[in-house]
């Protein structure tokens, strides 16, 4: 998004974008990569799927203070706009998906994809940045194959899919419209 977007293209320069870049790379992948396997290590969940929805309270509560470690230190940096108001959004899903799986399984992988749509949505539909009509059709494309998948392997029900969808998706829309 940092590198397609035209305002953040004539922001910084090449050296800032990939320190940047790095340090959102860490944060958001390494990091939660990371904690999934020591959790699994040391016992807190029992695989790394974390098929036990009463399990995925600890590395879904880690994520988010990641995400909001990440975001806090943007928002420091002078780093304002779309990538923080993404990640705020992003915060509000997983949080959302904590609450909900207290009470029953919803499908995680359906609020991430509804959340991706989400953010193409946003900015294709509301912003009217062009660029980004292909990475909406991607992100459609990838959502019905993650939502297909998760049926297929019998993981969830379809109510389960399509509340995740339609939460991540209305989320991540509300929370950049608003912001």
């Known amino acids: 998004m940092l590198k397609y977007h035209p305002y953040f293209v004539s922001k910084f320069y090449d050296g800032q974008f990939y320190s940047i870049s790095l340090f959102i790379a860490i944060n958001t992948l390494i990091m939660p990569l ?53 990640l705020i959004a992003t915060i509000f899903c997983i949080v ?42 991607a992100a ?7 939502a297909w998948s998760r049926l297929q392997l019998k993981a969830h029900s379809e109510s389960q899919v399509y509340l995740g969808f339609l939460s991540g998706l209305g989320i991540v829309m509300l929370t950049l419209v608003i912001a």
């Open 140 to 146: 459609v494309l990838l959502a019905g194959i993650s």
């Open 96 to 137: 959302y998906n904590i609450l909900l799986n207290m009470r029953f399984m919803v499908s995680s992988h359906a609020i991430a994809s509804g959340g991706l749509v989400g953010l193409y949505m946003f900015l294709t539909v509301v912003k009217h940045v062009s660029t980004f009509n292909v990475w909406l059709i």
């Open 34 to 86: 990371l904690s999934v396997y020591l959790l699994k290590r040391f016992k807190f969940i029992d695989d790394f799927q974390i098929s036990n929805p009463k399990q995925r309270l600890m590395p879904y509560g880690i994520i988010a203070i990641l995400l909001a470690f990440t975001t806090y230190q943007l928002y420091k940096n002078e780093i304002r706009g779309l990538p923080l108001n993404f």
